[in-house]
Structure formats: C-alpha cells, structure tokens
Nanobody, 124 residues
Framework: QVQLVESGGGLVQAGGSLRLSCAAS????????MGWFRQAPGKERTFVSA????????YYATSVKGRFTISRDNAKNTVYLQMNSLKPEDTAVYYC?????????????????WGQGTQVTVSS
C-alpha cells in the first residue's frame, strides 16, 4: 500500500518561504515520477510542479516558475517543494502525488497515488 505524507505547511506572510516535504512508502520510490498540485478554496485542483525519477527533469506551472523549486532525495524516499516569495494567491491545500511512470508529467490523470494534503496560507 503506497502512502504519501505531506508536511511543512503553515501560515506565512507574503514574501516569505516554506518548504513542503512528502514522505513516500509502499513501493520503490526511485521508480516513479512525483508531483505537487494545489487546490484553493472553491477552485479546482491545479498542477504546481513535477519531477522525474532521477530529479533530472522538472516542470513548473507558469504561476510558480522562478519562485518554487521541486527536488527529491531517493535515499530518503522524499520529495520537496521549496516555495519562496510567497503570494496570497498561493494559499491552498498542497497535495503530493506519485506518477504511474518514471517520467515527469503535468497531467493529474497520470498520478496514481495522492497524499492527504497540507494547508499553506499566505497572509498579505
């Protein structure tokens, strides 16, 4: 049984930083791409960032490019999302997800497992 557990969310002022972590278990972590999505109140879940199995290929949503950085540590079975220069519009529940394959993808339908989410709130 695959489990994904996010941590690191919280309340931060605009311009601040947070680092989200997602610890994975249940199958060989390094065999799968990983991604981060977010869902703001009253809105659909949207893609934030993705990384392939090795960390050598990454994708970002236009809205976070240059501010967020995705990375992974296969030895620790963990994927990270470093979020800098946070804005109030970044406020959302952030979800970690594990891909069906080794590559990175922006498509939520390609993700097989999802975490429970962690709340990020950015105050103005």
């Amino acid at each position: 049984q695959v489990q994904l557990v996010e941590s690191g969310g919280g309340l931060v002022q605009a311009g601040g930083s947070l680092r989200l972590s997602c610890a994975a278990s249940g199958r060989t972590f390094s065999n799968y791409g990983m991604g981060w999505f977010r869902q703001a109140p009253g809105k659909e879940r949207t893609f934030v960032s993705a990384i392939n199995w090795s960390g050598g290929n990454t994708y970002y949503a236009t809205s976070v490019k240059g501010r967020f950085t995705i990375s992974r540590d296969n030895a620790k079975n963990t994927v990270y999302l470093q979020m800098n220069s946070l804005k109030p519009e970044d406020t959302a529940v952030y979800y970690c997800a594990q891909n069906r394959r080794m590559g990175a993808t922006t498509l939520s339908s390609e993700y097989e497992y999802w975490g429970q989410g962690t709340q990020v709130t950015v105050s103005s």
